[in-house]
């Protein structure tokens, strides 16, 4: 099994900056890409950026192109979302999915991040 945790949500103020963290353990190996998604109140999940480790590939919605940059540490089996720039809107819970070798998902609990005007 596979189990992720994530970190760094919190509180900032509108163009502040926030870094969060998935750190996966478990089968670890068995982890194909990793993703962040959001989900605002009364919004549906949208995927924000995704990491796939075998080629580095990374991929950024067009929504926070530019503003967020997602990377990863294979020796430490973490993803990371470094996001700039932040605005009301980015206000949502973010939620770490790692999508296994077999096509298994699996998430994070989720971390709250806050962006005041």
């Known amino acids: 099994q596979v189990q992720l945790v994530e970190s760094g949500g919190g509180l900032v103020q509108a163009g502040g900056s926030l870094r969060l963290s998935c750190a996966a353990s478990?089968?670890?190996?068995?982890?194909?890409?990793m993703n962040w998604f959001r989900q605002a109140p009364g919004k549906e999940r949208e995927l924000v950026a995704s990491?796939?480790?075998?080629?580095?590939?990374?991929v950024h919605a067009a929504s926070v192109k530019g503003r967020f940059t997602i990377s990863g540490d294979n020796a430490k089996k973490t993803v990371y979302l470094q996001m700039n720039s932040l605005n009301p809107e980015d206000t949502a819970v973010y939620y770490c999915?790692?999508?296994?070798?077999?096509?298994?998902?699996?998430w994070g609990q989720g971390t709250q991040v806050t962006v005041s005007s």
């Open positions: 999915r790692a999508v296994l070798r077999n096509g298994s998902p699996v």
């Open positions: 478990g089968r670890a190996f068995s982890i194909g890409a």
């Open positions: 990491f796939a480790w075998s080629s580095g590939s990374l």
